[in-house]
């Protein structure tokens, strides 16, 4: 399952995304059947990645929920809140700037708390494109 989440990896930053959503299906049906909630989490947003960056904001939003969901379950505080922050990119595309305001700023804490510095990154960014768009 890790080497097809690789391969959909591999294929999604080569912009094959037909090719990725295909191998990264196969990662989450075996993780699935595996049981493994935490690495079927993780592949669930790569799927929304794609149907993101495709501009497929309904079906990207479903499977962020999905990630947030199972995330939860499994008391994956750091996978909940990389699903929260996609979920906000996808809205934001959808217009939504001061809902996702409001769930970008809470991010702060929560990524600062994991010291994951890529993902502070993009909130920061995210929080400039909104204000930016809201002078607009």
């Not at 379950?73 to 990119?89: D, E, K, Y």
Request: proline content about 0%; charged content about 20%.
């Amino acid at each position: 399952a890790f080497i097809f989440r690789s391969v959909g990896a591999l294929n999604y930053f080569m912009g094959k995304f037909d090719k990725a959503l295909h191998y990264f299906e196969k990662a989450s049906i075996i993780f699935k059947d595996q049981g493994n909630k935490n690495e079927y989490a993780t592949t669930i947003g790569n799927i929304g990645n794609i149907y993101l960056t495709n501009s497929d904001f309904l079906k990207a939003e479903h499977f962020y929920n999905s990630q947030i969901s199972i995330s939860h379950s499994i008391n994956n505080q750091f996978g909940v809140a990389t699903g929260n922050l996609t979920l906000a990119t996808v809205r934001m595309n959808q217009g939504k700037y001061d809902e996702e305001l409001v769930r970008t700023k809470r991010l702060i804490k929560v990524f600062q708390n994991f010291k994951s510095y890529k993902e502070l990154t993009q909130i920061f960014s995210n929080i400039g494109i909104i204000y930016e768009y809201k002078k607009k």
